[in-house]
């Protein structure tokens, strides 16, 4: 027996990254894989979910896949960005009549002027995120497997209590219908009573219906 609720981590590391795999699970009738990852994993995506399905039938499963680089990194620059931008500074100098030259500093720190060079993802760094991912599925498996030992430990201690309560409820379940039919007895007379209609008799077959019913 297996509980649908586990967390499993895995990791492994290459020449040039280092490649971290969370895997969170919670109970869902049918798999439901949510996978986040950055952008230049894309491509292994449908990999990476059919690595998780291949252990996983069900449930709903949190997935994150992180990739990192541990070689020097070279940045390309958006030259064409960085000529429009100094040409409007320009433009501006010349139409407001402003002294100055353009800041290095100001320019490096535009969104997107400047972006890591990637050489794409390796067959070593796909090796790597799969044997993290086996990782991780492992420790998932195991921790469900522990709380599922946890959980049929507790029900059956459950099923004990109840086999041992079985012959208290039997007995009182002999007694029910005769202590039924008094209570509904006692509350018929009482409201006969109430309306001073004591001495009107009851008509015991439909008494017998009702105590059946």
Not at 45 to 52: H, P
Not at 112 to 139: C, F, N
Not at 146 to 165: N, P, W
């Amino acid at each position: 027996m297996k509980s649908m609720t586990g967390y499993g981590r895995g990791s492994a590391t290459g020449a040039n990254f280092n490649v971290a795999v969370d895997l969170k699970t919670v109970n869902n009738r049918f798999l439901d894989v949510h996978l986040r990852t950055s952008t230049e994993l894309s491509g292994i995506e449908a990999n990476i979910r059919r690595q998780i399905g291949e252990s996983l039938s069900r449930g709903r499963v949190d997935a994150s896949v992180t990739l990192d680089r541990t070689s020097e990194i070279v940045y390309e620059l958006n030259r064409p960005m960085i000529a429009g931008f100094i040409e409007a500074l320009r433009s501006m100098q010349q139409e407001f009549q402003l002294a100055g030259e353009p800041d290095v500093n100001v320019l490096a720190r535009l969104p997107g002027v400047m972006h890591p060079v990637r050489d794409g993802i390796s067959d070593e760094m796909t090796q790597g995120i799969e044997r993290a991912i086996a990782k991780a599925l492992e420790e998932l498996e195991s921790m469900r497997g522990r709380e599922g030992a946890t959980l049929a430990s507790e029900m059956r201690g459950h099923l004990d209590e109840i086999e041992s309560l079985l012959p208290i409820i039997e007995l009182a379940a002999g007694n029910q219908l005769e202590n039924y039919r008094a209570r509904l007895q006692k509350r018929i007379a009482d409201l006969l009573a109430r309306d001073s209609l004591e001495f009107v008799e009851l008509d015991q077959n439909r008494l017998a219906q009702e105590v059946a019913y």
